[in-house]
């Protein structure tokens, strides 16, 4: 199971909100994975992805509308994680025929959460604590 403990919160309550809810699908996803729901993973797959899309352009807006000096950065990082849920998507297929993509997938779901999602927006958890101050 992955969990948001406090030291992993942004502290602006939209981005934890958000973020709760697609560690919440992943744990979904996992949990499907270990009880060898194939056909119920490749559903939910797809779904996380569409959330995460979500999510990075709603703390896209976020970042701008406070003028986040970084934004532009921010944007361009979310874009390079297209292949990453492309990759996903693809291992989504495969779970069923192959334990290695099982593995492979939960791994990627782990790594995309805690270092692509979560620690790389520690880089303006400082900024939007003061931008925000209990706005957002
Ligand atoms: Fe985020
Ligand atoms: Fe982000």
Redesign the pocket.
Known sequence: MVEITRSFEIEVDI?DD??RRLVDSINEIIQALNNEQFELCAQLVPDFVDLSKQ??RR?ESLLAKYDYPQTDNHIKHHASLDDKMETMLALATKVADSPPAAEALRKELIFFMMDD??NE?MDFKSFMVNATAGKA
């Open positions: 981005i958000d973020h999510h990075f703390e999602i979560i927006d």
